[in-house]
């Protein structure tokens, strides 16, 4: 069974993007559909609750305020995330899915703090425009013909520097022009992350097809690429949104 943890999936066969009839195979149109439809839905939900939270009176002093909550709600969705990535295999299905939708939910809950620092217009604007650039890429890692396979490593090497330096960034250089920078570098990894894993997510139907596994397989392609799409909006945020202040 092919391993959604390792980036470079040549020995499980990713990088064969499929035959002539498997370009038509109603399964693996199936299956996309099925993934696009938990990642927007997933999107969706972590917007209403981002909004929602955010008008209520007590998100501020929760996610702005001292003490330890606002550290639970920054590091909630990474917990779920590691359940999710490590623990896929341990899973039902349905655990998987439920864990889905309670890591959107939290993550909505993290994400509503956007509100306080952006404007609405300029957080419409981003969304819209994120959405649009990510339709392009993933069409594109759909429909290619190229191996993507060999930019995983890259990538997911460029994420953790990107991590790495955000947070020297935020406690000992403090520089305007290195989260410039982070924010550019950022948006063009998370940009190669969506074609990469769009490729990903389609090889990975010829190997889970038929098996028990399919359903798993939807939900983690669905989280990956809804991780690339909120990065990608978070990072074009932080270049082009119209701050309150």
Do not use: C, E
């Amino acid at each position: 069974m092919a391993n959604w943890n390792d980036p470079n999936m040549a020995a499980s066969g990713f990088g064969t993007v499929g035959t002539a009839d498997g370009a038509v195979d109603a399964g693996l149109r199936s299956y996309m559909l099925s993934v696009y439809n938990y990642m927007a839905s997933g999107v969706l939900l972590t917007g209403v609750v981002a909004l929602l939270f955010s008008r209520w009176s007590g998100a501020p002093d929760l996610l702005f305020g001292p003490g330890p909550i606002k550290y639970v709600i920054m590091l909630a969705p990474l917990a779920f995330v590691m359940v999710l990535s490590f623990g896929i295999n341990k899973l039902s299905t349905a655990a998987a899915q439920a864990l889905f939708w309670a890591f959107s939910a939290v993550m909505g809950v993290s994400l509503a703090s956007i509100f306080f620092v952006y404007t609405d217009a300029s957080i419409a604007q981003t969304f819209f425009a994120t959405a649009a650039a990510f339709l392009g890429l993933s069409l594109y890692g759909y429909t290619t013909k190229k191996d993507l396979s060999g930019f995983g490593t890259f990538l997911i090497m460029g994420v953790f520097g990107i991590l790495v330096a955000m947070v020297l960034n935020a406690f000992i250089f403090k520089s305007s022009a290195l989260d410039l920078a982070i924010s550019v570098i950022g948006v063009l990894v998370f940009a190669g992350l969506t074609a990469y894993d769009t490729q990903k997510i389609k090889s990975m139907y010829f190997h889970v097809r038929g098996s028990d596994f399919v359903g798993k397989s939807v939900v983690m392609g669905a989280l990956n690429l809804y991780l690339d799409f909120i990065n990608m909006f978070l990072f074009l945020l932080r270049l082009f949104g119209s701050s309150r202040n």
